[in-house]
């Protein structure tokens, strides 16, 4: 046992299956605890069991699929100013512009949404735009660190094959780190997943996961708070666990 309080351990599979399945168990018994007795701290498993078969009976799947669409949305259209952004930024003109955006994701949601407002009349254009500008400003962060630690010599060799300097953006840059481009995508979509739920609440009448939460806190109805939660998080897992499995599968180079 002591080696298993050791940092650095290696541990085998089984092991490893075992310490999940302990965790797991004291999750589950954490749980038991705090919702028994009078005054409890989280729902019981049965409120949040109701829960989900009314979220089920009043249309979670649609709501799902519409915060769905929202975050697939915003993702595409962030992803590609991003992109722009990040692979002029090796063009000094341009390079001030790309630092300048990787510093606005210090700005609070507040501001952000107010001056949205003023350009935008449309409700559910501006939750897309919030979202597209959270997330741009971060993916642009880690784009722009993935720019700056390519080698000096991925450089020099593409030269040496009489690449000229655009060649050299494509082929280095824009081809060579697809693999790294989707990592960034992943790491990153947890943020607008995080925000979607208070994004949501600018339109109660788009519906949405958010919306669902919104209503659920009004009404201090817990247990269905804890299964809509429940399902964000499974539905946040999958996303991330479908983006790992394209990147290992199309780029599997990008394992070694």
Known sequence: MKHLIKPFEEVGKNTFRM?????????????FIGSSGERHLFPSPQQVLTGFVELYNEGLVVHIGSSLWLCFVAILIAVIISLIISYLSTIPIVNPIANAVSKLRYLPLTGITFYLAILISDARTMQIWVL???????????LLSMVSSI???????????????????????????IDHVIEVIRQNLA??????????????????????????DKFMNHGRIIALQIVILGLGLSIDFV???IRKTFFRYSKL
């Open 19 to 31: 310490i999940i399945l302990f965790w797991v168990v004291s999750l589950f018994l954490f749980w």
């Open 132 to 142: 597209v500008t959270f997330m741009s400003t971060y993916l642009t962060t880690s």
């Open 151 to 177: 080698r000096k010599e991925e450089f020099d060799h593409a030269r040496s094959l009489q690449c000229n300097r655009w060649e050299v953006l494509w082929e280095v840059v824009v081809k060579g780190r």
């Open 191 to 216: 943020i607008v997943w995080m925000m979607l739920v208070t994004v949501e609440s600018i339109l109660v009448a788009a519906g949405g996961l958010g919306f669902l939460i919104k209503n659920s």
């Open 243 to 245: 983006l790992n499995f």
